[in-house]
């Protein structure tokens, strides 16, 4: 056996719906900031570069964090390192929630990044070595969908806090959550378990079945790799127009349109519905058409024409909410085909060290397009705020291409 797999099909399902809670439960917290840049802005009297700035930082130490993590996630195995993360996330919505300065939340960014960057080595790491080959189309989509979820309930759960309350009210309610799910994944944590030696001694194999005598590969090896460095451009120029849209959609809405704030933040959330659906009907295509390039260029042609429509300033009230939820439904109909090519050009034994690579791609994009987009809103621009996901977007489809036409590579 090649993979240490569940015990049949209730422990495929018992594994997916562990790490779609933890995956779900990052998401959260990548939206519990930027729902609350409105009342932040009045409480600390700060521009929206600064306010971009906090999801930069945020990003750019998870960038960081998960590239290290997957090497952590090769060497003591994936359990520990879920755990640790979780309790970072709570530790951040606690400091946001007692802040006093732009300082201290700055401190919350760090500490949610540190937790925010194991997600993705330790979730496609236990993914891929527990849940049986067939199911993994499904997985993906299910780990997808509740990653979209978390994006959808973060502006609603913190906005609808913070009307009733406040918003330190809403950061600590944040964390209390946190905690109920770190004791959820304490509770079945055997479900979690990683055979790190076992994922070694397949590495060692199939280096020595390739290379008969040879020397063993370096562990930066698959770095040499194209195909790696494709994926991490694609989930870089990906996650850039997502965070930017999530980050500012509501002010630049107010701006083009006079959408009131509160109203644009909800549309936010049916952003993140329509991923949920469409990464639930992406993992179908997936499985069934095996044809991973023309799924995203035809999703991400449908987004680009939809940013489009909302940088003319002519479109309908009535309509922005549906267009919304149609660049959402593109957004997540991409994510599982998008997966299982990162699965394909994965060498066997360094699940951990490529994910933690290629999805760094997702952080850092996150990073500079909140950060880049933020100047465009202080300067009066928000039809910027389109204009500029049309271009990332159209960055991100010749990368798909190239990717899909590169064989899997049996060893690093």
């Not at 790491?125 to 509740?146: C, D, E, Q, R």
């Not at 979820?149 to 918003?167: H, K, N, R």
């Amino acid at each position: 056996m090649t993979v240490a797999l569940t015990s049949g099909r209730a422990g495929d399902v018992r594994v997916i719906g562990l790490m779609s809670l933890a995956h779900g439960s990052s998401h959260f917290f990548h939206l519990i900031l930027p729902p609350m840049f409105p009342w932040l802005k009045d409480a600390f009297a700060l521009s929206y570069a600064e306010l971009g700035l906090l999801m930069s930082i945020f990003f750019v130490v998870s960038c960081i964090v998960q590239a290290a993590s997957g090497f952590l996630v090769d060497r003591i195995g994936a359990r520990p390192v879920l755990f640790a993360g979780i309790g970072l996330l709570a530790l951040a919505a606690l400091t946001y929630s007692q802040s006093n300065s732009y300082l201290m939340l700055i401190v919350g960014a760090v500490i949610a990044g540190c937790g925010n960057g194991i997600f993705h080595p330790v979730d496609y790491t236990l993914i891929n070595h527990k849940v049986s080959p067939p199911n993994l189309p499904y997985a993906y989509s299910m780990h997808g969908v509740a990653g979209y979820l978390g994006w959808a309930a973060a502006p609603a759960f913190m906005v609808a806090i913070t009307q009733l309350s406040d918003w330190r009210i809403a950061f600590l309610c944040a964390a209390l959550l946190e905690v109920v799910i770190l004791i959820t994944l304490w509770v079945n944590r055997e479900y979690l378990l990683d055979d790190v030696k076992g994922r070694h001694a397949e590495s060692h194999a199939s280096d020595r079945a390739i290379n008969p005598g040879a020397t063993p590969a370096s562990p930066f090896a698959f770095l040499k790799l194209p195909a790696v460095w494709l994926c991490w451009i694609f989930f870089f120029f990906s996650m850039a127009s997502t965070s930017s849209l999530q980050s500012f959609a509501p002010s630049a809405l107010f701006g083009i349109y006079q959408i009131p704030l509160s109203v644009g933040s909800y549309y936010i959330t049916l952003l993140a519905l329509g991923s949920a659906a469409g990464v639930l009907f992406g993992g179908f295509l997936a499985a069934k058409l095996q044809a991973p390039e023309r799924i995203v260029s035809t999703c991400l042609s449908m987004t680009i024409a939809m940013c489009l429509l909302l940088a003319t300033g002519l479109m309908s009230l009535a309509f922005i909410p549906i267009i919304f939820f149609f660049i959402g439904f593109g957004y997540g109909v991409v994510a599982p085909s998008r997966d299982l090519l990162v699965k394909r050009v994965t060498p066997q034994g360094v699940a951990g060290r490529v994910y933690g690579i290629v999805y760094s791609g997702i952080d850092l994009g996150a990073a500079v397009g909140p950060f880049i987009f933020g100047f465009f809103m202080d300067a009066g621009l928000p039809t910027a705020l389109f204009l500029g996901i049309v271009l990332f977007q159209l960055t991100i489809i010749p990368t798909v291409f190239k990717v899909s036409s590169s064989s899997r590579p049996k060893s690093a």
